[in-house]
């Protein structure tokens, strides 16, 4: 009892700590912006005259310029959570490094249904638009030169992230060209999975299957938060349980559409 007031806050950091154990998400996005309200605009970059390089301005002559301008529509934010319910019982007689594992599950189960909100956003766009180009592999079965095109397609982007589905991340890892010993020294000793292009490979059921997506994460996706984790916490009385609401308000919008491509298995 002597502690009730800080209940909701230790809530909030487990569950942040364990939305932060998410490497995933954090591993994708260019930038994070905290915003303190329900609606967002992100800016959008200008490059309809279709030159992005730098020319030579002779003295006196008229500077190549990148308009910046705020999007039309609105980024979508989402609420997610859980409503934790705990019997008097279990909170007086129980460990409290018990309760924050499963506060930090909790914010893990947030984490991953945010991922597969990113993910969306990267493979369909945001508000129906910016769809990323999608192109299929050469044959029904996936071949070195399919990434070899994938990393082609990004052009003066770097593809230094791939997000696949397990199935394709199965079907990588088992190309000629990553299972010699060379290739495969780092995963058999540290478990960490090969770089095809130098690029990270995560394998994520938030990808469709028979899909892969090659983003260059420093330009890609903006995520937008509408504050931190918020616990909203009560009790009842006659049932002697303690509740606590916890949500986390979170929506994506692409940066640079040209920095994610998209290569779907050949049916």
């Known amino acids: 009892a002597d502690s009730a007031a800080l209940f909701p806050e230790y809530v909030s950091r487990a569950v942040g700590q364990g939305m932060e154990e998410s490497e995933i998400l954090s591993s994708i996005i260019a930038t994070k912006t905290n915003i303190n309200s329900m609606d967002y605009r ?33 980024v979508t934010l989402k609420k997610r959570g859980r409503m934790l319910v705990a019997s008097y019982e279990a909170i ?8 924050t594992v499963t506060l930090r599950q909790i914010g893990s ?6 991922l597969r909100d990113a993910v969306d956003v990267l493979i369909n766009g945001d508000s129906g638009q910016n769809a990323a180009d999608t192109a299929q592999t050469a044959g029904a079965a996936l071949t070195y030169a399919d990434l070899v095109n994938l990393w082609n397609r990004l052009g003066d982007y770097k593809l230094n992230t791939l997000l696949a589905s397990p199935d394709m991340a199965v079907r990588i890892l088992n190309l000629p060209e990553f299972i010699s010993p060379a290739a495969g020294a780092d995963f058999h000793t540290t478990g960490r999975l090969v770089t095809p ?6 394998s994520t059921s938030a990808v469709p299957s028979g899909t892969v997506v090659g983003l260059d994460r420093r330009y890609a996706l903006e995520m937008v938060t509408a504050g931190d984790v918020q616990v909203d916490y009560d009790k009842l009385i006659d049932c002697q349980l303690e509740r606590a609401a916890i949500t ?3 929506g994506f919008s692409k940066i640079f559409p040209e920095a994610v491509k998209v290569m779907t298995l050949k049916q």
């Open 92 to 99: 007086k007689f129980q460990r409290l490094d018990l309760f």
């Open 197 to 202: 292009m130098g690029a990270a490979l995560i």
């Open 109 to 114: 189960y947030i984490a991953r249904s945010q």
């Open 248 to 250: 986390s308000i979170a």
């Open 42 to 74: 992100t800016i959008a970059t200008d490059h309809s005259d279709g030159d992005l390089k730098l020319a030579d301005v002779v003295e006196g002559g008229f500077i190549p310029q990148t308009s910046i301008k705020l999007k039309e529509q609105l």
